[in-house]
């Protein structure tokens, strides 16, 4: 089939990308940009990683010798145009920051799919990683469902479910819910083509709670939650509540192991013992570590650009 490929950069994109191009015809890829996109922060974690080895979506287009077009927020008519002069059999969706309007998504004539990491109905939106981690769900699970008018609401083509270990770091779910959901897209794009695909109906089903995006300045982290759920939060999300304020420029908190028994101060606040930085709990210590990155810095930095300016 003739596919055009829409993602972002990173694996849970490039991936899926690369599975689906060993087994059929790409014709363009579409990158689309993140929420808190600028110019200013695109060409600043350009020159920051200008030496990374990493495959993008930019470079992936060169490499198969195909149109690349880069979705900015306001410009979904030039995607139509995009598309319109692509014809593709398909579209696949792996990651958008933004909803597809009806003129793209029904302009192929087998319609566009989309790799959602949640078992739809539950946890439809932008952020199933986190809240899943947030309710310490025991499994989450990879859907294949094409789009429609609504969020994630489409009807579902192939799913699979998969375990939440407890203190299963983001890294580790997120790769493998990548590798599951390349293959069930591939998987997915046989049956269509062979017109032998059997699609679900799930938009009459209920989503107990929509995988929003968090607030500015929301504190999501209650310290008398027992000490298992926290760290397995915190684990698995990399949150960083004002309890993790006292970091470098460019450093951030990554999370190790818990332990029962002593405790001492206030629940949530940091300490540092011959053992190193813990956070305080009823229960016990929740033992954390201090990262340095340039991309961190590249991170505070932009954002010291913006409070200069009264952006942020």
């Known amino acids: 089939m003739r596919v055009l490929f829409i993602g972002q950069n990173g694996s849970f994109s490039t991936y899926p990308l690369r599975k689906i191009a060993a087994e059929h ?20 974690l350009k020159f920051l990683t200008r030496y990374n080895k990493k495959q993008t979506l930019r470079s992936l287009a060169r490499q198969m010798s195909v149109p690349y077009f880069l979705l900015q927020r ?18 696949c969706v792996a990651s958008m920051s933004e909803l597809l309007p009806k003129e793209v998504f029904s302009m192929p004539p087998f319609g566009t799919i989309n790799f959602h990491p949640a078992l739809l109905p539950q946890y439809r939106g932008p952020r199933s990683f986190f ?50 959901g390349a293959a069930l897209m591939a998987e997915a794009l046989d049956d269509i083509s062979k017109g032998t695909v059997q699609s679900v109906p799930q938009k009459h089903l209920p989503c107990p709670f929509r995988a929003r995006r968090e607030k500015k300045g929301e ?27 006292y970091r470098l420029p460019g450093s ?10 002593e405790t001492d101060g206030t629940a949530g606040m940091l300490k540092i013992s011959l053992q190193g930085f813990y956070m305080t709990h009823r229960e016990g210590k929740i033992f954390v570590t201090l990262k340095w990155s340039l991309i961190d810095f590249a991170r505070d930095l932009y954002h010291f650009a913006l409070k200069l300016t009264g952006q942020d």
């Open 74 to 91: 306001g410009k979904k008519n030039g995607l139509a145009s995009f598309v319109k002069t692509l014809n593709p059999d398909i579209i």
């Open 219 to 245: 504190e999501l982290i209650d310290w008398n939650w027992p000490i298992e759920r926290i760290w397995h939060f915190l684990r698995g999300t990399a949150y960083q509540d004002k309890s993790f304020k």
């Open 25 to 44: 015809e790409i014709v363009g890829i579409v990158e689309s940009v993140p929420q808190k996109y600028t110019p200013m922060k695109a060409k600043l």
């Open 252 to 261: 951030s908190w990554i999370v190790r192991d818990f332990k029962k028994g």
């Open 131 to 180: 809240w899943q981690y947030y309710f310490m769900e025991p499994e989450t699970g990879v859907t294949i469902h094409y789009i429609d008018e609504g969020e994630d609401t489409g009807d579902i083509i192939r799913q699979k479910s998969i375990p939440i270990f407890l203190g299963m770091k983001s890294g580790e779910l997120v790769n493998e819910i990548t590798i599951i």
